[in-house]
């Protein structure tokens, strides 16, 4: 594992406690020696992690699309801003430059970036891990309708459990590089519910 892909908020969240998470998980990448992926921005959280790996020597790269360049909330001082027309390009290449995907406390488009290589997970098209740095209980409301998902019976416990969780940074970096996806048949569940 090389590089982490870290989901989050473009704002700061109403509690402090979002922020000094934001700078832990910082530390904690730096620590693991890996380069952070995310959405180059240089407000919120994601501006927080950002400028806590490159304070502490570690690498940056962001991917931003020339929509939010244009307003102005670009990271300019990441080891690498790659520009791209689009969000789907952006998400894309969010996803081939990482390892690892990581979502912390966000919005609506933190939870649509953590669904998206979830289900890819789910279905095959890649083996990478994913997690989600449950701060201060803000993912339990989540957890609990992906458990209440698998007792009504949309989703297998296995692919329940593929979603590694944990509320610290340093634990879940270690979770994360002992994971080993469940050998799988992208079809499979097309096949069983026909």
């Known amino acids: ?3 982490v892909c870290v989901y989050c908020g473009s704002s700061p969240g109403a509690n402090p406690i979002y922020t000094e998470a934001a700078q832990a998980f910082g530390r904690a990448l730096v620590a693991a020696n890996l380069a952070l992926v995310y959405g180059g921005g240089k ?23 020339e929509l939010l360049v244009d307003k102005e909330v670009g990271h300019v ?24 995907f990581v979502a912390m406390p966000g919005g609506a488009g933190t939870l649509e970036e953590l669904f998206e290589v979830y289900t890819w997970a789910q279905l095959g098209y890649h083996r990478k891990p994913v997690g989600v740095l449950n701060i201060s209980g803000f993912y339990d409301p989540l957890m609990a309708l992906l458990d209440h998902t698998v007792r009504e019976g949309f989703m297998r416990q296995t692919y329940r459990d593929m979603l590694q969780t944990d509320s610290d940074p340093a634990a879940l970096i270690a979770r994360l590089k ?9 079809w499979a569940d097309l096949r069983d519910n026909v």
Request: aromatic letters at 2%; glycine letters at 12%; proline letters at 5%.
């Open 1 to 3: 594992m090389k590089a």
């Open 43 to 65: 407000v919120g959280l994601m501006g927080v992690i950002a400028d806590t790996v490159m304070a502490g020597g570690g690498r940056a790269i962001g991917v931003i699309p």
């Open 77 to 100: 001082g990441l080891t690498e801003l790659h520009v791209v027309p689009d969000m789907h390009q952006r998400k894309k290449m969010m996803a081939d430059l990482s390892d690892a």
């Open 178 to 186: 002992r994971y080993h996806a469940p050998a799988k048949d992208k």
